[in-house]
């Protein structure tokens, strides 16, 4: 590994240089005293977060760098002029290691979000491998249509398949398809059509991305996220007709599988045993990295593993671990009241905030309708390609699309669709918000609440409930 790392240091040092000079340039702006430093009302964490993503932004062929250089600077920052800050506490929390690991409820700090982003990205890069040398993409083509429905029906595949799985899995699978069927041409536009599909298809599922399985825990009702799907539905049929149109003119889908393509049923079974574990593990221990590769290991003893696969997905890993440990260090304490306006807004900061943490943040506020907040931190994600998991994993098989400008220009239909299934969902059930652990609806206090002043109910209760 350290052979790995010191030509590329050496080969970027003098940018390196650069870049930490620029990202500490606001530390000139400001007066000395006895609080955090800030220029104005905002805080200078702020300001050289978003000099990373801008970073991120402009110079994606040097997008590892830019993140690894961000989060020591911002972290050298923190350290030294912020004394709330507890480098330890903030990533391991205050309650013992041992009692973290034994109790899921007990988890405190950073340490299980990192652990687990860390494990599905190197575990499902191993997975998406297996599936494509499994032979089913090849054998797809018998099955798929020769124009442009051909696209549209392999996202709409995505859709579902993220549905019940990690957002992740669902588009390396869609990625390693795409690339076996369009002869490895694949359109930046469907690229992204790729991520946008996955990220929807978890948003009404409590069981299909982070974000939900977060409300889920926290006392939200499956039922009270289900709605997104109203969202999620309509945004895939749109983005998904002009992504499929773009790929079947960039480069149309093959028309005949090989004639000696065969599907290698037990790599299916491995592939199935590591989506498995995923989802097992996530019920049941909070933390589905823990079953992918409990999983992958087993599977050695069926078929060779192709380990060959981490070394190209480290960089990437490394990378959105930076931004999302980035993102933590964010001293945003409270959002705006709930309100959609507040939702429509979080789906566009989704795009380059990490959701994970604007979803606690909205979750310790309550009052949200939690379908439509499901929709925008989850879908809001896929209109850049590192503003969610997904973006970053399947930019590992097509590094072309880290160039920020031709993701918006080329997926241009993705931020339409999230703005269209946003409001096709508000002008259909408006504004409910429902129960969480710590926040009811009765008598909500959120100005303009729906669900103001409707009277002592007992138990949880939801929206649905109260309007009949």
């Known amino acids: 590994m350290k052979n790995y790392f010191k030509p590329l240091i050496l080969d970027n040092s003098r940018k390196l240089f650069m870049l930490t000079v620029i990202l500490l340039s606001p530390l000139s702006l400001f007066a000395a005293g006895g609080t955090v430093p800030s220029i104005g009302p905002v805080r200078v964490e702020f300001i050289i977060f978003g000099l990373i993503l801008l970073g991120v932004a402009l110079f994606h062929k040097q997008t590892f760098w830019v993140a690894v250089t961000g989060l020591a600077v911002l972290l050298t920052f923190k350290l030294v002029f912020d004394p ?3 480098f330890m506490e903030h990533i391991f929390g205050e309650n013992p290691m ?9 988890r405190q700090g950073e340490w299980g979000i990192i652990l687990n982003l860390l494990g599905l990205l190197l575990g499902f890069a191993i997975l998406s491998k297996i599936f494509e040398e499994s032979g089913v993409p090849d054998v797809l083509p018998r099955f798929l249509p020769d124009d442009w429905k051909g696209p549209f029906i392999l996202l709409i595949f995505v859709f579902v398949l993220s549905s019940f799985l990690d957002n992740i899995a669902a588009a390396l699978i869609g990625g390693s398809i795409a690339l076996v069927v369009f002869r490895k041409k694949v ?11 996955s990220n929807a298809g978890g948003s009404g599922s409590v069981v299909g991305d982070t974000t939900t399985t977060m409300m889920w825990i926290d006392g939200v009702s499956a039922f009270n996220v289900l709605h997104g799907f109203i969202a999620a539905g309509i945004a895939l049929l749109f983005f998904s007709y002009f992504a499929s149109r773009q790929q ?3 480069q149309r889908i093959q028309k005949d599988a090989s004639p000696d393509a065969k599907i290698d049923w037990v790599k299916i079974f ?17 933390m589905p990295a823990l079953g992918v590769w409990i999983a992958i290991l087993i599977g050695t003893f069926l078929r060779p593993v192709p380990w060959s696969e ?5 960089k990437g890993t490394i990378f959105l671990l930076c931004l999302v440990f980035c993102a933590s260090l964010m001293p945003v304490e409270e959002l705006p009241d709930a309100s959609w306006m507040t939702a429509l807004a979080l789906g566009f900061l989704s795009a380059v ?10 979750l310790d506020q309550g009052h949200y309708d939690w379908g439509m907040l499901a929709y925008s931190v989850g879908f809001g994600g896929s209109m850049i390609w590192f503003g969610s998991s997904a973006g970053v994993a399947i930019t590992n098989k097509f590094p072309e699309s880290r160039n920020v400008i031709l993701w918006v220009k080329s997926g241009w239909h993705v931020a339409v669709a999230y703005v269209i299934g946003f409001f096709t969902l508000y002008l259909i059930m408006g504004w409910e918000p429902a129960d969480n652990k710590e ?5 909500c206090p959120v100005p303009g609440c729906p669900m103001a002043n409707k009277g002592e109910v007992s138990g949880a209760v939801s929206y649905i409930e109260l309007i009949k």
Do not use: R, W
Request: glycine content about 10%; charged content about 15%.
């Open 84 to 86: 709330g800050f507890h």
């Open 98 to 106: 041992s009692e973290q690991i034994m109790d899921k409820g007990l």
């Open 187 to 197: 359109h930046i536009g469907y690229v992204a059509a790729i991520v946008a599909a």
């Open 248 to 250: 079947d003119k960039y």
């Open 270 to 286: 491995n592939v199935g045993l590591i989506l498995a574990g995923a989802i097992i593990s996530n019920i049941l221990y909070d």
């Open 310 to 314: 981490i070394p190209g997905a480290i």
């Open 353 to 362: 905030f990490d959701n994970i943490p604007l979803t606690k943040l909205c």
């Open 439 to 443: 926040h009811k609806i009765i008598n």
